[in-house]
């Protein structure tokens, strides 16, 4: 049975970048049951735009007979900080003020991110954790949870995601803020403020989600005919519609901004120190054509994390295959779990 609840830490949270958060909502999700010896929870982590209910972005995954059936596991999904379906974020009353936060929410962090996961995680007495998967935004708290925490995880799936945001990931991002800053009704403090920037953005980061080839298949017009108001046009506008009204620009605004400050060498000795930190069996999923967090970055993950293996999602939808292509997807979890030993190649 599938369960909404919301966890309340109420006292003030020093944040990384030197901010305070007055204190905590995070909405959650939950599947299944814990078992007599607690030992069955899987927690998913959510993708930049994403929300708690596993089964709206990756049904196949959490249905019965999936490799995280939940009739087998108990599944736990939270909103992000910072997010917009539930949990603390800009739009939330701040306390101080007695209005939203909107845009004085202070810059957060992954690490930030994951320590309220694990508050979340000590108030429900889970003092280990079968498997934490996340996939891009999701696979890098996912890994920088499992470096805080090397004890608590047993197994780690982290999809199409890395150690450090890249240059190229970061400019994205930032063309994609730009988009937000260039709409006037960005300095407002209204919760509509930048919906069409908004628009903008996601335009611009489909082109970083896809791929060539995939908007060849996908888009391609009917007839040579066409002069204007072309099909991959359309489909540009469609997509930004889309999340503009579902998502909000200050959300948008604050998550790419923990994207890009990604750096699981951060304040330790080193990013292969890090990550030699991680205790848990791991799997590490590269989607072949990837723009965003190409394959180059998980072989890097599978070369540093102790015990990884890496297998690659073969796929025209680029970054986007992690959403798309669930038969790769759930073969090569079931064939993770079932092998005895973690075999390392790159």
């Not at 959650?28 to 927690?43: E, F, I």
């Not at 996939?135 to 708290?141: M, Y």
């Not at 996601?202 to 009917?222: D, F, H, N, T, W």
């Not at 359309?234 to 200050?250: H, I, M, P, V, W």
Request: charged share 20%.
């Amino acid at each position: 049975m599938k369960e909404d609840h919301i966890f309340h830490f109420d006292q003030s949270i020093e944040l990384e970048a030197g901010g305070i958060l007055p204190d905590l909502v995070l909405k959650y999700t939950t599947l299944g049951q814990l078992n007599k010896d607690r030992s069955n929870a899987v927690w998913v982590i959510h993708a930049l735009t994403g929300n708690s209910d596993v089964t709206s972005w990756w049904p196949d995954l959490f249905e019965p007979g999936g490799p995280y059936d939940p009739g087998e596991y108990f599944v736990i999904c939270a909103n992000t900080l910072g997010g917009c379906y539930g949990s603390t974020g800009p739009l939330s009353l701040n306390p101080a003020t007695g209005k939203a936060f909107f845009h004085d929410f202070p810059l957060i962090t992954n690490r930030d991110i994951v320590r309220a996961f694990d508050l979340l995680r000590r108030k429900l007495g889970l003092e280990k954790i079968h498997t934490v998967i996340g996939s891009s935004l999701g696979g890098q708290q996912a890994l920088e949870w499992s470096i805080l925490e090397p004890d608590v995880f047993e197994h780690v799936v982290l999809i199409a995601s890395n150690a450090v945001h890249s240059p190229w990931g970061i400019a994205f991002n930032e063309a994609q803020r730009m988009a937000i800053e260039a709409d006037q009704s960005w300095t407002e403090n209204d919760r509509r403020a930048g919906t069409n920037g908004l628009k903008a953005a996601r335009a611009i980061a489909m082109l970083s989600y896809r791929s060539y080839a995939g908007y060849v298949e996908r888009q391609p017009e009917k007839t040579p005919d066409t002069l204007d108001d072309f099909r991959a046009a359309s489909y540009q506008r469609y997509q930004g519609k889309k999340l503009a009204d579902r998502f909000n620009a200050f959300s948008y605004w604050t998550l790419s901004k923990a994207m890009d400050s990604h750096h699981v060498g951060r304040n330790r000795k080193s990013i292969e120190d890090a990550l030699g930190e991680v205790k848990a069996r791991t799997l590490v999923i590269g989607i072949e054509g990837d723009l965003l967090f190409p394959v180059a970055e998980q072989q890097f993950l599978v070369k540093t994390i102790p015990s990884a293996r890496l297998e690659i999602i073969q796929s025209i939808y680029g970054h986007d295959g992690f959403l798309v292509e669930f038969d790769q997807l759930k073969s090569f979890v079931n064939k993770f779990y079932q092998s005895k030993q973690s075999i390392v190649s790159v």
